[in-house]
């Protein structure tokens, strides 16, 4: 069973930034698909950014060129800086990994609790 935490919100006023981290319970980075969601008040959850196999990174034009994903294997943990913040940026953030079970075929989904941005003009 994997297990992520997720910490670094906060409120913030807009233009700041904020570096979110994710810590995996386990060595799960080098074979998960790794990523961040969030999800406003009242909206769908979406997608903000994933860390790709081959170390490439996927990004919404909504969040691109003002967030970057990384990740270090060697403490389990998974980042996303967060730079010019703007108030539509507010949401609940999410980390979430797709894990292969090969012994039975199927890719596992796990979530995080979600870590509260607040961005405030």
């Known amino acids: 069973q994997v297990q992520l935490v997720e910490s670094g919100g906060g409120s913030v006023q807009a233009g700041a930034s904020l570096q979110l981290s994710c810590v995996a319970s386990?060595?799960?980075?080098?074979?998960?698909?790794m990523g961040w969601y969030r999800q406003a008040p009242g909206k769908e959850r979406e997608l903000v950014s994933l860390?790709?196999?081959?170390?490439?990174?996927d990004y919404p034009d909504s969040v691109k060129g003002r967030f970057t994903i990384s990740q270090d294997t060697a403490k389990n943990t998974l980042y996303l800086q967060m730079n010019s913040l703007k108030t539509e940026d507010t949401a609940v953030y999410y980390c979430?990994?797709?894990?292969?079970?090969?012994?039975?075929?199927?890719?596992?989904?796990?979530w995080g609790p979600g870590t509260q941005v607040t961005v405030s003009s």
């Open positions: 979430q990994a797709d894990c292969p079970d090969l012994s039975r075929d199927r890719v596992d989904n796990y």
């Open positions: 386990g060595s799960i980075l080098d074979s998960c698909l």
């Open positions: 860390f790709l196999s081959d170390g490439i990174a």
